[in-house]
């Protein structure tokens, strides 16, 4: 019998496999747009793997078609660290949320940070865990209340938000790049997250970009509410703009 030709899959960048999952209102698929932009302006599609985190961050694993890989919570950082190291021609991106990169896996970032690992991370702050339904998180602002802080974060016992652009640009290195956007500027971020992309291309060294985002499901916030939360209250503790560019001017 003749053998029949295989149908072949057509090559797509721009179709999902899916239709994503995130809650109405969330910023997740804004941060995701800049970055897929981002990936497609640079033409790196076919170098890129992709790694998310456990947490809503995780919903973006069929949603590009890319090489992905979704890791335990907070252990995207050392793996696709270690992706990298097998075979440095690929551009590796490690994506979390603020629980996983400043909590639970706040080591494996200091530690990529430090040895200037050739990786770039980008990290979601909506200031608390999205998925496990909104406890406190290290980025969650003082007297916010949450699942796990009902009466409001107490500073004195619970410390203050981490402020995690700052402290990657404290112990990195001049070629590192480090920034702090906000989907309420997609424009910005995305310039930020190519910045970022583009350091670990001309083989320079790690890159960081945070993300101010929204949970209006676990904030219990309408539109409006929603906006003034991330534009008004988030903005008093986390500044935007670049804090760190190697040999550049920084914007911001
Ligand atoms: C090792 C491990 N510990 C805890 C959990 C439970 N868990 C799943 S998602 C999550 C919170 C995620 O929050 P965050 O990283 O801030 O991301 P978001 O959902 O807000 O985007 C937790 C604690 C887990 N899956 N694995
Ligand atoms: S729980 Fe929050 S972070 Fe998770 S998908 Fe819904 S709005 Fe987005």
Not at 10 to 24: A, I
Not at 46 to 64: M, N, P, Q
Not at 147 to 168: A, F, H, N
Not at 244 to 249: F, L, N, Q, W
Request: contains cysteine.
């Amino acid at each position: 019998m003749a053998v029949q030709p295989q149908p072949q899959m057509p090559k797509v960048w721009r179709t999902e496999t899916k239709p994503h999952k995130f809650c109405p209102g969330c910023g997740h698929p804004l941060v995701l747009k800049a970055i897929g932009e981002a990936i497609e302006e640079l033409v790196i599609e076919e170098r890129v793997v992709f790694g998310c985190d456990i947490g809503c961050s995780l919903l973006a694993w069929d949603f590009f078609n890319l090489d992905s890989i979704q890791t335990h919570h907070g252990r995207t950082t050392p793996v696709i660290t270690g992706v990298k190291r097998a075979n440095p021609d690929i551009i590796g991106i490690a994506y979390m949320g603020d629980g996983g990169g400043y909590a639970i896996g706040s080591q494996h970032l200091v530690n990529a940070a430090t040895r200037n690992e050739k990786i770039t991370v980008f990290l979601v702050n909506n200031t608390q865990y999205g998925m496990t339904g909104g406890q406190m998180a290290p980025t969650t602002l003082p007297g916010q209340k949450t699942e796990t802080s009902p009466y409001g974060r107490d500073p004195e016992t619970t410390g203050y938000p981490t402020l995690g652009p700052e402290m990657i640009a404290a112990i990195t290195g001049p070629n590192a790049y480090v920034a702090r956007g906000t989907v309420s500027n997609l424009r910005q971020l995305k310039r930020m997250v190519k910045r970022a992309l583009e350091n670990q291309m001309e083989g320079r060294g790690f890159s960081f970009v945070e993300a101010l985002s929204l949970c209006p499901t676990n904030w219990g916030t309408n539109a409006e509410e929603t906006w003034h939360w991330l534009e008004e209250d988030m903005a008093k503790y986390f500044k935007v703009g670049e804090l760190k560019v190697p040999g550049e001017a920084k914007e911001g």
